[in-house]
């Protein structure tokens, strides 16, 4: 399992690049696509260099209503999608899984680089520039919502937000 974890965070280091060493731009628009009364915005993921690989997707969750919890995340793009977190472990950096991640009523989550993410594993083909790929969220209380992620070019940040 230790091997397996050093191997996913070796494997992915430049999806997690800081915004200003980025110099590839990312598409500008933004989707905000509802599901009850949490919405989802800026669904994006990287490109990736072959099969078999691993990527992030990157979103921001909203409520307007109760208290909820995103459970779980799925994906034809991957074989394995889960929800992460990235955190320093020393001076190593480890992403890790999740049990869920709460979405708290007018407090957006922003699911980024280098914090909580969703980590695709085992793709079964290469992530490209231009294409995108539905996302399915599954939450506590509020019904299951797709999502339309859009692929960025490698080392790209966040599609803007209008």
Request: with cysteine; net charge neutral; charged share 10%.
């Amino acid at each position: 399992m230790k091997s397996l974890l050093l191997c996913a965070v070796a494997a992915v280091p430049a999806l997690f690049l800081h915004p200003a060493a980025i110099h590839a731009q990312a598409p500008a628009h933004s989707h905000t696509q509802p599901a009850g009364p949490i919405s989802v915005q800026n669904a994006w993921a990287r490109a990736t260099a072959g099969q078999g690989g691993a990527s992030g997707a990157f979103l921001t969750l909203t409520t307007t209503g109760a208290p909820d919890r995103l459970l779980s995340v799925s994906t034809p793009a991957a074989r394995r999608a889960e929800l992460h977190e990235t955190k320093m472990d020393g001076a190593i950096m480890r992403m890790l899984p999740v049990a869920g991640i709460d979405v708290l009523a007018g407090t957006p989550v922003e699911l980024k680089p280098g914090a909580l993410h969703i980590m695709l594993m085992d793709l079964p083909a290469p992530l490209k520039a231009g294409d995108s790929f539905p996302l399915t969220l599954t939450f506590a209380h509020a019904p299951s919502v797709t999502v339309t992620v859009q692929v960025v070019p490698p080392g790209a940040a966040a599609p803007h937000s209008h």
